[in-house]
């Protein structure tokens, strides 16, 4: 029998109670053990402000670039796993939360369901999707938003900056293998390469 084939699919992540960069971190070494689930690339950590409700804490937001095998529906079934497991409630629409994992973008697929939307709709208007994502995957031409890399370039930045302000700028990895093992997903400095192959 052959093996399931492998898709794209680019995932952000947010959090903004408890240790956000913790949960971030740890949601990133998780994703990688799931089974169907191959870890390429993960952005810096980015600190935004939060929309929604306020007062809250300022966001710690990432991306990261993975191969799935799993089903769309399925790989959001685990992505919503990880925020609950992560201690993830549901209370407020855009209230703080422990962890936040959006599905943002699946080569080829299209989904208008009550459960999934895919491309994600709020890619284009959030500057913390798009400048952690175009880290990753900057020539990535998203149906209804355009090249990612250029929409980041182009906008509104005033409200994010990096996690940590002494975080070195990304270097180039050299190869998809040098970032793929878990133990160096989490070392702050994984550099850009593109994420559309
Ligand atoms: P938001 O991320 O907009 O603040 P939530 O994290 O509370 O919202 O997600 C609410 C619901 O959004 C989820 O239960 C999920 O079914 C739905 N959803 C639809 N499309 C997506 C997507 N592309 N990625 C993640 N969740 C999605
Ligand atoms: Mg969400």
Redesign the pocket.
């Known amino acids: 029998m052959s093996e399931k084939p492998w898709t794209p699919a680019w995932i952000g992540l947010g959090a903004n109670l408890g240790s956000p960069e913790r949960q971030v971190a740890t949601a990133i070494i998780t994703l990688a053990q799931v089974p169907g689930v191959k870890m390429l690339r993960r952005s810096r950590y980015w600190r935004s402000k939060a929309i929604g409700p306020q007062p809250q804490p300022d966001y710690c937001n990432a991306a990261c670039a993975i191969e799935t095998q799993l089903e769309p529906e399925a790989l959001?079934n685990a992505?919503?796993d990880l925020e609950d497991a992560a201690g993830r409630t549901?209370t407020q629409r855009?209230g703080p939360r422990v962890l936040?994992l959006?599905?943002l973008h699946m080569q080829g697929v299209l989904r208008a369901t009550t459960?999934?939307?895919?491309p994600?709709p709020?890619i284009s208007r959030r500057a913390f999707v798009l400048v952690p994502l175009a880290e990753v995957a900057p020539r990535l031409d998203i149906p209804g938003v355009g090249v990612v890399g250029e929409r980041a370039a182009d906008c509104d930045r005033s409200d994010l900056r990096l996690w940590l302000a002494s975080a070195p700028p990304p270097a180039p990895a050299t190869t998809a293998d040098s970032i793929a093992t878990p133990t160096s997903i989490p070392a702050p400095a994984d550099g850009p390469t593109d994420g559309e192959s």
């Open positions: 959001l992505l919503l549901r855009w936040d959006d599905l459960r999934l939307t895919l994600h709020q």
